[in-house]
């Protein structure tokens, strides 16, 4: 009998049952794979590998068949959500569906199975697509040129604050602070930490965007730059940004732009019209691939004509244009060097293009017209049964509160969270951002339909009436797989092995 209890191995889980790992699973001597004899001669391991570095017995790894084995990541497939079963209003993640028309794509042999060591003349279709995609990111951001490398947006937030350092060494400057907002991404003042600048925080006001008298009055030529969230995580629009915009240049700072979201602009403003001279993008939250989930991701960053000298090379270029080998190779004057090996994570990029592609310029203006309208038909819809503490329009996420839930029943932000479980959908983001009190950050995004959004806000309508009514949310979920687990034990008392033995 298995170390599982004697269970068919290819048995349905029932609730609550958890699913034994691989190891429980293991019957000696059963595998997944069987290699030919080559006829080869055997090798001399003596003479490959000493005998004080070998194992003196085979690692003990779980034996199982290829049957049992996809019978195990099947079933664990079941008791995830994902953004292919359901809405996922994962605020501030864009966890929204995306096309397989790009998966399909990027799955193309002459895309998935060419090595990006290969010489630019055996590229050509691939260093197209690279330098393409850089055109249409410098169009819908009003930029003069690209860096497709950074493996996600903090990767580039990072990218830009590196470039931000060299345009001032090279003017002979040394500036050691950027300033950032409160309403800003958590891994905004992560990246100026990272970057070597010092991080000054300024707070919002009371309609939720930056307070301007608070900017200028930490502003001097000490400032190397701001790093602005633009929408902010509140989902709002900055309301000053072009008097932000006037008053950093006037210190002779740099402007930067988190556009992670830019699903909520697209195709409707663009950065660089704002003046913004840095800009980095999700590629895996805006165009193609979902993120999160540990997936790999794209953050280029774009720029304005005073720091293309500066992005990270090699850069994939037009070279000789109408040429057979039209694209090569080129790294700008004052490169800060690579920031990812080869051309970044390049089947994310792959699919963003096809994404833009397939969309047009129109399509995406209504990608972003969906995603605003979205989240703005939600906060309209459950401004009776939530706070909204900034209730104004919002960009493509409403970050709602359980504030009153909280202070008349006991309910929770991360109760509600929990019970939406049972209705089908992802839980929202919750308390974040930090500074609204039992946050519940909605981004519906543009992909679900009005249906959808109704059946959401009925969910959360639901719950809100199940807390007046002292149902004890607090125990919720109770019918999924895995049901509350103790998250601050987990964090404290992490055990990420398993002891085969
Ligand atoms: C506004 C904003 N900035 C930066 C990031 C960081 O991006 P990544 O998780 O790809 O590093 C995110 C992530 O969602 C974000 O929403």
Known sequence: MSAAGGRAASAPLMGGESEPTLFELSQPGRSSWQLRTTGMPEWDVDELVPASHRRVAPVPLAEVSERDLVGHFTRLSHRQFSVDLGAYPLGSCTMKYNPKLCDTVAALPGLAAVHPGAPASLTQGWLQILVELEEALCEVTGMAAAT???????????????????????????????????????????????????????????????????????????????????????????????AIAAAIHEVGGLLYY???????????????????????????????????????????????????????????VRSAPGAADEFGYMTPPHSIGRIHSWHGNALVLARALAYMQVHGGDGLRRVAERAVLNANWIRRRLAGSYDVPFDRPCMHEVVLSAATLRKKFGTKALDVAKRLLEFGFHSPTVYFPLIVDEALMIEPTETESLQTLEALAEALETIAAEAAAGEPLDEAPHSTPVRRVDEARAARTLVPTFDAR
Do not use: W
């Open 258 to 316: 988190d556009g992670a979201n830019l699903n909520a602009i697209l195709g409707v403003v663009r950065p660089g019209d704002m003046g913004f001279d840095i800009v980095h993008m999700n590629l895996h939250k805006t165009f193609a691939t979902p993120h999160g989930g540990g997936g790999p991701g794209a953050g280029p960053v774009a720029v304005s004509p005073r720091l293309v000298d500066f992005l990270p090379g090699p850069r994939p």
């Open 148 to 242: 497709l490398q950074p493996a996600a947006g903090a990767a580039g937030e990072l990218t830009g604050l590196l470039l931000m350092r060299a345009y001032h060494s090279a003017r002979g400057e040394s500036r050691h602070r950027v300033i950032i907002p409160d309403s800003a991404h958590g891994t905004n003042p992560a990246s100026v930490t990272l970057g070597g600048y010092e991080t000054v925080t300024v707070p919002s006001a009371a309609r939720g965007c930056v307070d301007l008298a608070a900017l200028r009055s930490v502003l001097d030529t000490d400032v190397a730059g701001i790093m602005l969230t633009n929408p902010n995580t509140l989902g709002l629009f900055e309301e000053d940004i072009e």
